[in-house]
């Protein structure tokens, strides 16, 4: 199998492994060339040989047990002089790896070098003659593979950007020719005119607020997850450090890589439960525990630094470039087991978290700010105005301070520091915000002996002491000292809040139309869904505008659905607005919606409203998206609540996901597209600021994919200084599952926002925008046609696709469905992931061949060329199918089709493979390239790094499928290689769904 490999690894062993120089020379470009590529190969074949090495070790301790009657005896675990030069043996000693499965492993490598329809045969045949047991190793050894490929990957892109930031390489090429890094960024915007002042401006009023969603898309444990980070973490040791390690410390080192893998191997990869909200919500806090919690005030600092290298100050020190939302435990749409019960104790479990790291901080700056002298009235003030208890300060005669649990090695501080008394109130308060919430995350009441003024209930609150000591400090002469930890931890609040991730609530707009029909049926003045829009609407604002209540409380008779939905807004009207983000509707049609939720917070009690934020989803809802906020900009009492009762600007979600699935691609993308324009110009018009909050998946079929071109391709004034995004899934891993991912990741969006927002895409012209109509009315119709009127579509999918298995596995937490139907009822997320398993991707590229085939037949090839040489919208959108084509395998594809589905439903097969073959020659003919990714080596590289091991996994995923419809319950063995070969094709893919 690994040929390759060993080729580039003769000579090598553990001991020199990497670069002993220490040396860091600027690359000429040849050797910026090796550096792509030759650190990673060298990476995965250390890795892969350290993995195999270890399972050989457990299969000879195994043997020594045996051998001595269960005996344990004491083994050389060294790693100090292994190589790996030699194929025939690095497979060798294992006992699990009989020899049909390392058949399967030669036979796939000599696919990927030489494919051919006899080389895949013979893989199918392997497969097929495989037990059940070796299936299932072949598939979790293979799986492993990927997941070893994704960490080392990983590692590598972050060790080139470091490399860059060193100038250790001359040049660092994006995919999409943009500047990514804060420095370049810089440069280039004052090269077109910007002032370094109008660039410090600008960032001084930009913000991005990343949205966590707990969508079902990450396949992988957290058992694991985290087992992967520490690798990670051992690979950078080892960069890092490579010139100052003995040979004992490598040994220690390699051993330590070896421990962790073999560890992840002995973790069982399948869940054996379903995750709940709650379970998914842990998980988002998680990430900010243990690496945004540190990369947040990295990035200022990165920022700080840029902006120092073109004579600008660094950001004010409460400046909020980056905030974060969630929507683990607050997201109800077609999900049952969110209810009010699991929000509330989400928020005080975050709340909990929150403070406890808080906690830490202040605990730090105790020992660091002890300073002693005069501090600025306000300090003194503050101190006044929240006098001690006996839990927390007591004054001695002698003038000290005796502080009960202080600090280990001494209860006594002295007057003569100041920033300490003020930060060991600030610790008590944590404290008691600590035991409150933790008291209230499992469901109690909160102790009635912590008061009000006894614990923080804002962020504001906890950051008022903290900003005076930051100014007392510059006030005082101790400025450098204050641009140390205790800017961090301001820095931390502004961003994370009391809550660490603030919490939006999302419902569909149909169970807010139910809790309406219940109300005025209780009034006895109609059924609110059979009124006209215009009748909702006037009898919504009549309501919000009287200040009586609807009904008395206990008196209104409801379902059990209706007095969930009111629950929801009675909790958010008791915790108040501050560990809340927006209020997000589903499926919104209409303005009715929007001022239904106002009213029901207003019934409520709520003082604050949360903003609320209509989510247009369908190609028909975005199209009247522009007439909806119309009608709300015009309503009297709706002009008026901004910032009296809610926020001062307007919100609106856009969904990429479900447009897609409803329209196509191309579709899709336009109707976004002319929906945010519409909106901004209807925004600028009546003076309302409006904030964009898009909706994007995990996949590019779900709107997802890189991210930096796609903000740059948004249509003028879309950005302008701030942008809302979901990230889901897997994609919270791939983007924040490390500080350095995090950092980089941070940096790319900051950047991003900032060029959209200086430099705005030219507008288009007309002929394009007629061509891009044209295109998008195409794509529709063949799409729609595909999908919705082809007869047995549906029975084709479920027998192609393993869309039926993937809700045996214990993935996610909510229903694949919103309700009981075909394609049109299935959500988004399982429709695009059952595609990705079986290579086809058809959500992606259906419909957009016919689509640019009808425009080359009327001869406007030059005009789509054109379209894609100068306007960032199409560019994004043709790469983005390029790049998925790319992944589809049609001999895999086939394979699906061959073994899985009925001779009957075949004819629509043949459907769908016109459809792919002429799209794939259409964006060839628009782009002008021979081979797709024709531009991009480095990301077709490193697709056919992953071919090798994707390739058999989804012929061993074919097999288990046809075994397992072939039975009325599938065994626990088959589900466990099911689930192996999922989560490997997730890595091959880089996605799920």
Not at 18 to 29: A, C, D, F, R, Y
Not at 930 to 937: D, H, I, M, Q
Request: charged share 25%.
């Amino acid at each position: 199998m690994a040929e390759s490999i060993a080729q580039g690894m003769k000579g090598m062993t553990m001991g020199t492994w990497g670069n002993e120089t220490g040396k860091s020379p600027v690359m000429s470009l040849a050797e910026e060339e090796r550096t792509r590529f030759d650190p990673l190969s060298e990476d995965i074949a250390v890795i892969r040989g350290l993995f195999l090495d270890g399972l050989r070790k457990g299969t000879q301790e195994m043997h020594e047990l045996k051998v001595h009657a269960g005996h344990y005896q004491q083994s050389d675990y060294g790693t100090r002089n292994l190589e790996f030069n030699k194929e025939s043996s690095i497979y060798d000693g294992i006992d699990e790896v009989s020899e049909n499965i390392k058949a399967i492993i030669v036979k796939s490598h000599d696919y990927s070098e030489k494919p051919s329809a006899e080389g895949f045969d013979e893989i199918v045949r392997a497969v097929g003659r495989s037990s059940l047991a070796e299936v299932k190793f072949t598939a979790r050894i293979f799986s492993e593979f990927l997941a070893q490929v994704t960490v080392a990957e990983s590692h590598h892109r972050y060790r080139r950007w470091s490399m860059y930031k060193r100038g250790e390489s001359q040049i660092l090429r994006f995919s999409d020719g943009q500047d990514h890094q804060a420095d370049d960024c810089f440069k280039t915007l004052q090269k077109k005119g910007f002032s370094p002042q109008k660039i410090y401006e600008t960032l001084c009023n930009q913000r991005l607020e990343l949205v966590f969603t707990a969508h079902p898309t990450q396949a992988t444990r957290r058992s694991i997850l985290s087992k992967q980070k520490e690798l990670d973490q051992l690979l950078e040791t080892r960069d890092n450090q490579s010139s100052m390690l003995t040979p004992l410390m490598k040994e220690r080192l390699f051993m330590r890589i070896q421990q962790t893998l073999i560890a992840i191997w002995k973790t069982n990869p399948v869940r054996s439960f379903k995750p709940t909200p709650e379970d998914e919500a842990r998980y988002g806090i998680s990430v900010v525990e243990e690496t945004l919690w540190k990369a947040v005030p990295e990035h200022y600092r990165v920022i700080d630094d840029s902006l120092r290298k073109i004579g600008q100050p660094p950001l004010p020190v409460d400046s909020t470039l980056i905030t974060l939302g969630s929507w683990m435990g607050g997201d109800r749409d077609g999900n049952p087991f969110v209810t009010h019960v699991l929000t509330r104790r989400i928020v005080a479990l975050c709340t909990m978290r929150a403070c406890k790291l808080y906690h830490g901080d202040v605990e730090s700056l105790l020992w660091k700010l002890s300073l002693h002298g005069k501090a600025t009235t306000d300090v003194d003030d503050w101190l006044k105005s929240h006098p001690v208890d006996d839990s927390e300060i007591v004054v001695t005669d002698n003038g000290q301070q005796q502080t009960p649990h202080w600090d280990f090695y001494r209860t006594e501080q002295t007057l003569e520091e100041p920033y300490r008394q003020v930060l060991v109130k600030v610790r008590a308060m944590l404290e008691r915000t600590i035991i409150r919430s933790e008291e209230m995350s499992v469901g109690n009441e909160p102790p009635k002996f912590i008061k009000d003024d006894m614990y923080f209930k804002s962020a504001d609150e906890l950051l008022e002491p903290l900003m005076l000591i930051y100014k007392s400090m510059k006030a005082t002469g101790d400025g450098f000292v204050a641009e140390g930890p205790l800017k961090d931890l301001i820095r931390r609040t502004k961003c994370f809040g009391l809550t660490l991730l603030r919490l939006d609530i999302r419902q569909e707009s149909d169970r807010h139309s139910e809790v309406m029909d219940t109300i005025t049926q209780h009034m006895g003045i109609g059924t609110y869904t059979e009124w006209d829009e215009a009748k909702r609407c006037e009898w919504l604002t009549q309501e919000l505008i009287n200040t009586r209540p609807l009904f008395r409380q206990g008196t209104l008779r409801c379902s059990a659905d209706v007095q969930e939905v009111l629950d929801t807004f009675r909790i958010i009207s008791e915790t108040g607005d501050e560990p809340f983000g927006a209020y997000i509707i589903s499926m919104t049609r209409a303005a009715s919606d929007v001022l239904a939720v106002h009213l029901l917070q207003k019934e409520a009690g709520c003082r604050r409203h949360l903003r609320v934020a209509p989510l247009f989803e369908t190609k028909e809802d975005l199209m009247g998206a522009p007439a909806s906020v119309k009608v709300l900009y015009e309503n009297v009492w709706y002009r008026q609540h901004f910032g009296l009762v809610g926020p001062a600007h307007q919100e609106v979600m856009l969904g990429y996901s479900d447009s897609a699935k409803d329209a196509g691609r191309f579709s899709s993308v336009w109707e976004l597209y002319k929906a945010q324009e519409e909106l901004v110009r209807l925004s600028n018009e009546n003076n309302i600021k409006i904030n964009l909050f898009h909706g994007r998946g995990g996949s590019v079929g779900r709107g997802g994919g890189p991210q930096y071109l796609a903000i740059l391709s948004q249509p003028e004034g879309s950005i302008n200084g701030s942008l809302r995004v979901t990230v889901q899934g897997e994609v919270i891993e791939n983007y924040f599952g490390t500080v350095r991912a995090s950092e980089v990741t941070f940096e790319r969006y900051t950047t991003a926002i900032l060029n959209a927002t200086l430099v705005p895409p030219a507008k288009e012209s007309q002929e394009m925008r007629d061509a891009m109509q044209r295109l998008s009315e195409a794509c529709c119709a063949q799409y729609r046609e595909m999908v919705y009127n082809t007869p047995n579509f549906v029975d084709y999918f479920r027998a192609a696709t393993p869309e039926a298995e993937l809700k045996l596995l214990n993935i996610g937490s909510r229903p694949s469905k919103r309700k009981a139907g075909g394609i049109e009822t299935l959500r988004a997320i399982p429709w695009v992931f059952s595609w990705t398993q079986s290579r086809l991707h058809l959500p992606v590229w259906c419909g957009v061949g016919s689509a640019l085939q009808s425009e080359i037949d009327a001869g406007n090839i030059e005009l789509l060329r054109n379209m894609y040489k100068t306007w960032p919208f199409f560019q994004s959108t043709i790469e983005l199918v390029e790049s998925v084509l790319a992944k589809v395998d049609i001999n895999v594809a086939k394979l699906y089709e061959k073994l899985l589905v009925p001779p009957e439903l075949l004819p629509i097969g043949a459907l769908i493979w016109k459809e792919l073959d002429m799209t794939i020659a259409a964006i060839k003919s628009v782009t002008g390239r021979n081979e797709l990714l024709g531009n991009n080596p480095v990301i077709k590289r490193l697709y056919d790094y992953r071919r090798p091991m994707t390739d058999p996994l989804n012929i061993l995923q074919v097999r288990l499928l046809s075994e397992m419809r072939s039975v009325e319950t599938p065994s626990k063995e088959q589900l466990d290689a099911f689930a192996a070969c999922v989560q490997g094709i997730a890595n091959g893919m880089g996605w799920t769904g």
